[in-house]
């Protein structure tokens, strides 16, 4: 009898603690504030996405890529706008993105951002996008993008 209130203890005391270990972690890894695609024209093929980005753990989090589904884009990757030669060139982030603990940071026109590949539709303002963010030690995250009509600014830009 002494040796089973022993284990049902020990099993309850283990229970207590990863179950306390777990409730202050956050349930994403990541916070998202207002990501939304901006809608391009009718015959569009790609869309940029941007938002703010949060990392609230207090560990550095790698984003190693995204996806969306198939019937939305072919493909979905992360990409960094750089200026040269008077142009501005997107280049994929082919290693992903790492986020200190605690930091910030923004996609944004210009910088870092969301790129969809090979839409098989243009996006409809007004609709959402579920990206999926997948992470090196966190499970993965869906984000739902809004889609806004917006004026691209006449920007110039070669993808690689």
């Known amino acids: 009898m002494l040796r089973a209130c022993s284990v049902i203890a020990s099993v309850w005391l283990c229970s207590s603690l990863l179950t306390g270990a777990y409730a202050s972690q956050p349930a994403s890894a990541i916070e998202f504030e207002r990501p939304y695609f901006a809608a391009g024209f009718d015959l569009a093929t790609t869309a940029a996405g941007y938002a703010r980005l949060h990392n609230l753990t207090n560990t550095h989090v790698h984003i190693t890529h995204i996806s969306v589904p ?71 995250q869906q984000v739902n993008f809004s889609v806004h009509q917006l004026d691209n600014g006449g920007h110039q830009h070669h993808h690689e």
Do not use: C, W
């Open 70 to 140: 198939e019937h939305i884009a072919k493909g979905a990757s992360l990409h960094r706008s750089v200026s040269a030669d008077n142009m501005v060139k997107m280049q994929k982030l082919a290693d992903g993105l790492t986020l200190k603990p605690d930091a910030q940071l923004t996609f944004e026109t210009g910088g870092y951002h969301v790129m969809l590949h090979n839409l098989t539709r243009p996006l409809e303002v007004g609709t959402k996008v579920p990206v999926t963010f997948h992470f090196r030690a966190q499970r993965s």
